[in-house]
């Protein structure tokens, strides 16, 4: 049974920074990519950055570029988004999430919906 187990939000300061960690069980990882999506109050879930678990590759939503940094151990099965510069409107819940990718597939899903597993979320509140 995979389990997907977030930590790490908090309330920080407009500017600080948090590191998020999602802890993965119940399988074998390295044929899968790891995503973040955050959804705030009111609004639609969106992709936030993800990484394919072999190779390392990483994928960024553009408003996070230079600021959000997601990182695999591989040893401890756990994914991490440190998220520096922090700004009032990434203010939202925070998801971590795994899909199944094929070799052959290219682009990391972006989608929430190609996702099959999800953690429960955490809460990350920055204040201007």
């Known amino acids: 049974q995979v389990q997907l187990v977030e930590s790490g939000g908090g309330l920080v300061q407009a500017g600080g920074s948090l590191r998020l960690s999602c802890a993965a069980s119940?399988?074998?990882?390295?044929?899968?990519?790891m995503g973040w999506f955050r959804q705030a109050p009111g609004k639609e879930r969106e992709f936030v950055a993800g990484?394919?678990?072999?190779?390392?590759?990483?994928y960024y939503r553009n408003s996070v570029k230079g600021r959000f940094t997601i990182s695999r151990d591989y040893a401890k099965n756990t994914v991490f988004l440190q998220m520096n510069s922090l700004k009032p409107e990434d203010t939202a819940v925070y998801y971590c999430?795994?899909?199944?990718?094929?070799?052959?597939?290219?682009?990391?899903?972006?989608?929430?919906?190609?996702?099959?597993?999800w953690g429960q979320g955490t809460q990350v509140t920055v204040s201007s």
């Open positions: 999430a795994a899909t199944l990718m094929p070799p052959f597939m290219v682009d990391l899903p972006q989608e929430g919906a190609k996702y099959d597993y």
């Open positions: 119940g399988r074998t990882f390295s044929r899968y990519a």
């Open positions: 990484i394919r678990w072999s190779g390392g590759s990483t």
